[in-house]
């Protein structure tokens, strides 16, 4: 079924009060959902009884977390086709896995799910469900009847029938009368979807298999319920791609986590779009299957655009102002992307109000303010981390572990060369640029102003005093000299060289905007990365590469190594914090403010040099 629903198919829902949607889930994704269920602890599982005291057990959540169940839930054929028919934007109410047992799973009476709903506070039945075949739903292990057109007349009165809520017999009698039921048989991954109000009910299992089957029920925006519930109150859904459901299941079942141990989620909000990174660390929280992007913050809503339009988040979930983001969305972990010459005030905006921070490079324009924002994370109780991309590129975390093995002795050198061709050529998810668009961004792009933290060198040399720190074992450099170009019409620079002198040796950190390719198109030359000087040998680890190439006393020939395979949780920032939070270990690495604290002392120093045009102690 077309994640974007028909015209005619729209129609037939809101006719017939249901639609079928055969082939919903291909046979793989039906696969997962029968493995996961087996994971599912049922041995807790709600029970209800039917007239004759037969059961059928239920796993309700009012959760959404990692597993493939909530995959489901968030899917866009599922919820972005539950919107087109309701006619609004839905939120996640709850979801079951019903289980009838073979011969003994019980009957449901007829009933309107609203019967239930309308007690739980919600005013209107703009309420709808998606049941899915986990195996197959026939007459004889008591699929599902439906009484077609029934949503239209309205919400009946319900009563207790034994451990069940059911219609008004009187009525539903008439009612059949005039409207015949219909069995809806299913075969493994069809799915139906059901209004609220339509009149269903279920037959007992009769057969000597189970069936399953997954129901995803799904509340309006403007439904919100008027009194507390066990069942949530409006928050936003991010809906995304239908390849989470495969990539869930198999996660789930690599790790043979049932289902409570997926439950934790993570609300992330991303705050100040003026780092076109956003797109990057938008990406990786849209992809980690324990997060939910609940918010995003910028005054300029064409900044806002196109996480819009890939996360496929509501507008209820997108503000112009930060403050009210935050009080709003109440979210666990802040992605901030804001200029380097205007991030303290934010930082501390975000954890005032107890929020974890996750700061895009470069960590600060000062070592002050660097100081500045780590003591009010301090203050508050939050974690801040700040991310460095170079720091998961595959070739430098290989680098890292083979000097720590000790595989080219004791570093002494660290020499350091990176950039692009610009900050304009290129914008979120490093899509190129146009010449007209350069050259009427260049006078107001921050990047280019000094008093927002612009220039080349405050762009890039925190990557390399950074990452240098991290090759170096934590040493810090006695003292820097720093030279950088002065080109005509600009009040930043475009090229700056820093020379770092340490007790054991000389490093070299070289910054450019003007490469001759951008590194992740084409590795231009010199090429963009490290080389690493030890005792016993050296090593060179270059950007977007797959290879590292090392030279060591036993084998002095230079010779390419296969680069590392990340593994979790060290593959984004995003699942590095995250797991950081959840399992309260420290924040190590580049990541860390006491490592990228030595990075800044490297880059305050080297702005000194720069202005002073002489060699300076490195400051504390």
């Known amino acids: 079924m077309r994640a974007t629903l028909s015209a005619d198919e729209v129609a037939t829902f809101r006719l017939e009060g249901c639609l079928l949607a055969p082939a919903l889930f291909d046979a793989a994704e039906v696969d997962l959902l029968r493995r996961a269920a087996a994971l599912e602890v049922t ?8 007239t004759e005291g037969h059961v059928t057990r239920l796993s309700v959540r009012n959760e959404l977390g990692g597993d493939v169940f909530s995959a489901v839930v968030r899917c866009r054929r ?18 079951k896995l019903m289980i009838k047992d073979p011969e003994v799973g019980g009957a449901w009476e007829w009933h309107q799910d609203y019967g239930y709903w309308y007690e739980n506070g919600c005013l209107a039945p703009d309420m709808a469900s998606c049941l ?70 279920s037959d007992r299992n009769a057969s000597r298999a189970p069936r399953l089957s997954l129901i995803a029920c799904y509340n309006t925006r403007h439904n919100d319920p008027v009194r507390e519930h066990h069942h949530p109150r409006y928050h936003p859904l991010e809906i995304r791609d239908d390849a989470c459901v495969a990539a869930a299941g198999r996660r789930q079942l690599e790790t043979g986590d049932p289902v409570e141990r997926c439950m934790r989620r993570w609300k992330v909000v991303g705050i100040d779009f003026s780092h076109m990174h956003m797109g990057d660390n938008l990406r990786m929280a849209h992809e980690a299957p324990e997060v939910d992007i609940v918010g ?49 005030e934010l930082v501390e905006l975000v954890a ?46 290989t680098a890292k572990r083979l000097v720590d093995e000790g595989a080219i002795g004791d570093v002494t050198t660290c020499n350091y060369y990176d950039g692009n061709r610009g900050p304009l050529f290129h914008v979120e998810d490093k899509l190129g640029t146009s010449a007209e668009f350069r050259s009427s961004e260049k006078a107001r792009s921050w990047f280019y102003q000094r008093a927002e933290g612009g220039g080349s060198l405050l762009d890039y040399l925190g ?20 030279v950088v170009d002065q080109p005509a019409g600009l009040e930043v620079d475009e090229h700056s060289l820093t020379i770092a002198r340490y007790e054991f040796g000389i490093s070299r950190f070289e910054t450019r905007w003007g490469t001759f390719s951008d590194p992740w198109v084409h590795q231009p030359q010199p090429k963009c990365g490290f080389e690493i000087v030890g005792r016993a040998g050296t090593l060179t680890s270059y950007d977007y590469e797959d290879v590292v190439r090392v030279q060591t006393r036993a084998q002095p020939e230079v010779h390419e190594l296969p680069v590392d395979a990340l593994e ?53």
Request: hydrophobic share 40%; charged share 25%.
């Open 463 to 482: 990557y390399g005093a950074t990452l240098g720190t991290w090759f170096l074992g934590g040493r810090a450099p006695l003292e820097v000299t720093t």
């Open 352 to 397: 005032a109000h107890g929020v974890h921070v996750l700061l895009e490079k470069p960590f600060a324009a000062s070592l002050a303010e660097a100081d500045r924002m780590t003591r009010a994370c301090a203050r508050a109780g939050v974690r801040l981390a700040i991310n460095w991309p170079l720091a998961w590129y595959p070739p430098h975390v």
């Open 568 to 620: 979790p949780p060290r593959q984004s920032p995003v699942q590095y914090v995250v797991h950081c939070l959840a399992t309260d270990a420290p924040i190590e690495g580049p990541l860390s403010p006491e490592l990228a604290r030595v990075g800044q002392r490297i880059v305050d120093g080297a702005v000194r040099s720069a202005r002073e045009k002489r060699g300076v102690p490195l400051p504390d």
């Open 78 to 95: 599922v919820a972005a086709s539950m919107q087109e028919l309701l006619g609004d934007e839905v939120y996640h109410y709850h979801h």
């Open 43 to 50: 041995a807790g599982a709600a029970q209800r009884k039917d």
């Open 132 to 201: 899915v075949a986990i195996g197959p739903a026939t007459r004889e292990n008591g699929c599902l009847q439906v009484v077609p057109r029934s949503h239209a007349l309205g919400r009946l009165e319900h009563r207790r029938v034994s451990d069940q809520a059911g219609a008004d017999p009187e009525r539903v009698r008439a009612i059949l009368e005039r409207f015949p039921a219909r069995h809806v048989e299913m075969a493994p991954g069809d799915a139906l979807f059901f209004h609220c109000n339509l009149l269903h009910r």
């Open 296 to 344: 995003i913050a910028d005054a300029r809503p064409a900044k806002t655009a196109f996480a819009v339009r890939n996360f496929g988040l509501p507008a209820s979930a997108v503000f112009r102002d930060a403050r009210e983001c935050l009080e709003r969305t109440r979210p666990d972990l802040a992605i901030l992307c804001p200029p380097t010459g205007r991030r303290v």
